[in-house]
């Protein structure tokens, strides 16, 4: 099979097409042939050698994919040609790709294989960081960063299909007007406005909720935009670094930090994140959300696709195709 390498850490350039065995499934594993595949800010961070889950070089990049089962290991549930979307570990950047069975989700008939490979990470992510962390009730105001991207986009979505009051930050015209086509109620050019400004010309005390997935000083400026009690869900580190909330402050205003990864809720509540995809399955089914497809890459053309994203130019979800 063709699959991407990554022999050692570096630019998009050290991103490599090579052909290799196709993995087999072992126990409660699926092997999935790939139509699909997700490209997200955490391959960038493995690939350049940053990340917390660092892989051993060389390594088979991707965490996230769509295609059909084409071959199970013992003790899992799917069958052979399933139609699945898959959150493994690593290797999707391939033609096939093996996932533990509490990391590969039926995908409804009606629903494309690229729009399925966007489905995994943002979209559970979002829902999860909405509902179960940040306890997302109707009327709150949510504050959303970067909120025309893979991940804002599906929190826009869910947020205000839950009724919520939706404030958006997007670096261009073309991304803000994605955002409010999605629902965003209220979105700001975070180059040349404050979105402090815009939160406090329309809330009373600040948003019930943010979601950050940049870190660094866009956290730290929105512990002003929250209210007392209000909920921040950090989320990543885009901007390249870390939140470093002071707790002092956040006794001092009640602010509530709390941290999601995907990966650990898999781990530990697998029956939950489950139920999530159901229900963004089904809100999807009924016409309420949309799977954002911005650009398309031939697997063959991994580094073009990173360098695109790297370069802030991206909207919705790259994906790669096989």
Do not use: W
Not at 40 to 47: E, P
Not at 146 to 171: I, P, Y
Not at 185 to 198: E, M, N, P, Q
Not at 297 to 317: I, N, Q, T, W
Request: proline letters at 4%.
């Amino acid at each position: 099979m063709r699959a991407i390498h990554v022999s050692e850490h570096g630019g998009p350039e050290v991103l490599d097409l090579v052909e290799r065995e196709a993995p087999e499934p072992g126990p409660g594993e699926v092997a999935v042939d790939v139509a699909a595949v997700g490209v997200n800010f955490a391959d960038i961070k493995r690939r350049r050698g940053s990340s917390s889950r660092d892989h051993d070089l060389p390594f088979v990049p991707g965490i996230e994919a769509a295609g059909t089962v084409s071959a199970v290991g013992r003790g899992t549930a799917f069958e052979v040609g399933d139609r699945v979307a898959v959150f493994p570990t690593r290797g999707s950047y391939a033609e096939v790709v093996v996932a533990d069975a509490d990391r590969t989700f039926a995908v409804p008939e009606a629903l494309g294989f690229e729009a399925a490979a966007a489905f995994p990470v943002q979209f559970l992510t979002a829902h999860e960081s909405l509902y179960a962390c940040g306890r997302l009730r109707p009327g709150d105001d949510v504050l959303v960063h970067a909120a025309a991207g893979g991940l804002g986009s599906a929190a826009v979505q869910l947020a205000a299909a839950r009724g919520a009051t939706v404030f958006g930050t997007a670096s261009t015209a073309e991304k803000r007007r994605v955002a409010e086509r999605l629902g965003a109620d209220h979105t700001v050019d975070y180059g040349s406005v404050d979105f402090r400004d815009v939160v406090a010309e329309h809330t009373d005390d600040g948003v019930d909720l943010v979601l950050d997935g940049v870190g660094g000083e866009t956290f730290d400026r929105s512990l002003d935009a929250v209210r007392p009690f209000g909920r921040v869900v950090t989320l990543g580190s885009a901007g390249g670094v870390d939140a470093s909330p002071d707790a002092g402050r956040l006794r001092a205003e009640s602010v509530h930090v709390v941290g999601y990864h995907l990966s650990r809720a898999v781990e530990r509540y697998p029956d939950r994140v489950h139920r999530a995809a159901a229900e963004v399955f089904g809100l999807h089914g009924a016409g309420g959300l949309e799977f954002v497809i911005g650009e398309r890459f031939d697997l063959a053309e991994a580094g073009a696709a990173h360098a695109h994203v790297e370069s802030r130019a991206s909207h919705g979800k790259v994906v790669l195709v096989p």
